[in-house]
Nanobody
Framework: QVQLVESGGGLVQAGGSLRLSCAASGRTFSSYAMGWFRQAPGKQREFVTAISQGGGSTNYADSVKGRFTISRDNAKNTVYLRMNSLKPEDTAVYYC?????????????????WGKGTLVTVSS
């Protein structure tokens, strides 16, 4: 079992920045690709970004490319999401996820574990 706990959400003005963290415990963190998803009010959960086990490969949803950056620290069992130039449409609950293949996670499938989420609210 892997437990994922997100933190770092909050209220920020449009144009601002936040950094989310996801701390993992349990089985070997470095054996999992990691990703972030989000769910806005009244909408389905959507893929945001994912990173491979070693951190050498990343992929992003078009809506966040150039603004968000995913990274991981395998020594700390933590994955991060740096969010810059935030927009009101980025408002959502952000979920951390662990899977086997980063590119496959972008389909919403191949997710082995989910965190409980952290709320990000961007005011206009």
């Amino acid at each position: 079992q892997v437990q994922l706990v997100e933190s770092g959400g909050g209220l920020v003005q449009a144009g601002g920045s936040l950094r989310l963290s996801c701390a993992a415990s349990g089985r070997t963190f470095s054996s999992y690709a990691m990703g972030w998803f989000r769910q806005a009010p009244g909408k389905q959960r959507e893929f945001v970004t994912a990173i491979s086990q070693g951190g050498g490969s990343t992929n992003y949803a078009d809506s966040v490319k150039g603004r968000f950056t995913i990274s991981r620290d395998n020594a700390k069992n933590t994955v991060y999401l740096r969010m810059n130039s935030l927009k009101p449409e980025d408002t959502a609950v952000y979920y951390c996820a662990a899977g086997q293949i980063a590119t496959y996670m972008s389909t919403g499938h191949g997710i082995d574990y989910w965190g409980k989420g952290t709320l990000v609210t961007v005011s206009s």
